[in-house]
């Protein structure tokens, strides 16, 4: 029996909520928590005459925090989103004080499964989640820079006219704007993806990247349906037990932060990270990255 809560039901919730109705998977039931209950039950009434089409039989319900008692996952997309021009880090303040509040409804029910965190600045708010439901690590998990590894693997696909799905390169670190590359570690098919592709054009490719989510706020004041299919992903690969590697926020013990690094999924959550080298100049990039996260972790009262 397969429970998935979501808190948060706006733009990336429902995404997330359409996307699992959509693709086969093993849930039973999906209950949606959102301050607007008025709107979430609009949004049980739509889902649900998604059903008789869908590949899944979900009982889908407006529900509470006594919900999250059995839930086998529960997924955050609770709180304020980047305004045009606004960094995730800039979003701190307003989702770090939502989230402690709902970390503590949540555990008060004893909540014993894995939560996956969307909600940004997403690797602050997934360390929070961590700190106040003091869970095991692997089992607080945040979608990271999935969705980032994703539009990467998008624009070369296109570039090269290549299938997405054989482009081996990953996007690490914050998911904002310190998360980078490692270039030395990507691969088409079997071949260096630095064989196929100049400096220049890689480097382009990065921000393109890296500046997505600005283009697209900018142009539709929000994004949602890349973010929707990436946690639909990641629940699959941990309802699943697929042992699958995607690139999620997990907990550094080392730095005591949450950062994004390729690591095996399975049903228990996060079972490890993969070790990888990098050049001298990546490794640079990856300690900005912590220090970013650090810092901003540092501002707020924890
Ligand atoms: P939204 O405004 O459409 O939805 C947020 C929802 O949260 C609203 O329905 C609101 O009522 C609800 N909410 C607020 N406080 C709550 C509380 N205390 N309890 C329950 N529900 C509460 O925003 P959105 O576009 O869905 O974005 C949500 C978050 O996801 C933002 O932080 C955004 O930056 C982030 N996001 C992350 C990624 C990613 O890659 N991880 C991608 C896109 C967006």
Redesign the pocket.
């Known amino acids: 029996m397969n429970k998935i809560v979501i808190?948060?039901?706006?733009?990336?919730?429902m995404s997330y909520a359409y996307a699992l109705l959509n693709q086969k998977n093993s849930v039973n039931e999906l209950v949606l928590?959102?301050?607007?209950e008025e709107?979430i039950k609009g949004e049980v009434m739509d889902l649900n005459h998604c059903l008789p089409f869908s590949p899944n039989q979900i009982n889908i319900k407006v529900g509470n925090y006594q919900d999250c008692q059995d839930a086998t996952m529960i997924v955050i997309?609770?709180?304020?989103?980047?305004e045009i021009g606004e960094t995730?880090l800039d979003?701190i303040n307003k989702?770090s004080v939502?989230f402690k509040?709902?970390i503590r409804k949540v555990m008060k029910e004893n909540f014993d499964g894995i939560f996956l965190i969307?909600?940004?600045p997403?690797d602050i708010m997934t360390y929070i989640t961590w700190k106040y439901s003091k869970l095991p690590a692997y089992k607080v998990l945040?979608?990271g820079t999935s969705?980032d590894t994703a539009r990467l693997r998008f624009i070369i696909g296109e570039k090269l006219d290549i299938n997405s799905k054989n482009i081996h390169a990953y996007v690490i670190g914050e998911?904002g704007d310190s998360e980078f590359v490692p270039w030395s570690n990507a691969t088409i098919g079997l071949q260096k993806m630095t064989d196929f592709i100049s400096p220049r054009e890689l480097n382009d490719i990065y921000l393109d990247v890296r500046d997505a989510?600005y283009e697209i706020i900018k142009r539709k004041k929000?994004?949602?349906y890349?973010?929707g299919t990436?946690l639909v992903r990641i629940t699959n690969a941990i309802l699943n037990n697929e042992n699958s590697i995607l690139t999620v926020s997990t907990y550094d013990s080392i730095n005591d932060i949450y950062i994004s690094m390729p690591s095996i999924l399975n049903k228990s959550g996060v079972k490890q990270k993969i070790n990888f080298n990098l050049t001298e100049e990546e490794k640079i990039k990856l300690n900005h990255s912590v220090v970013t996260i650090k810092n901003a972790i540092n501002s707020i009262e924890l």
């Not at 997309?77 to 980047?82: L, S």
């Open positions: 808190i948060g039901c706006g733009n990336v919730g928590i959102d301050l607007d709107r997309a609770a709180g304020a989103n980047q995730r979003l989702n939502i509040e709902i969307a909600t940004n997403l945040g979608s969705l998911h989510a929000a994004t949602y890349g973010i990436c």
